[in-house]
């Protein structure tokens, strides 16, 4: 599986997690989702792609960028709860990367 693959994946797994327990939001989730695969699709980093956090180019509009912060700082804490295995492998990566 690509790297841009299983980011999209985990990134999926983490709006999932979010919406799921924010059902008063949940109108945007599909949106969100559409968005980021979008915006990953047409990374010019591809597949050497760094995680967002740490690139230097920001893809996501100000509004997305916002949400999926959101989002992640919900989800990233709660996913070692929830997908131990995904959760391990980003740290790993994200050691790797630094």
Do not use: W
């Amino acid at each position: 599986m690509k790297k841009t693959d299983r980011g999209l994946s985990m990134v999926d797994f983490m709006i999932d997690l979010y919406y799921d327990r924010h059902q008063a939001e949940n109108a945007e989730r599909e949106k969100l989702k559409t968005y980021v695969a979008k915006r990953l699709s047409a990374c010019p980093h591809g597949d050497a792609k760094p995680f967002c956090s740490a690139c230097k180019i920001h893809c996501y509009d100000k509004n997305h960028r916002a949400m999926i912060k959101k989002v992640m700082k919900y989800a990233g804490p709660r996913m070692i709860f929830y997908a131990p295995t995904l959760a391990l492998r980003h740290l790993v990566e994200n050691i790797r990367s630094k």
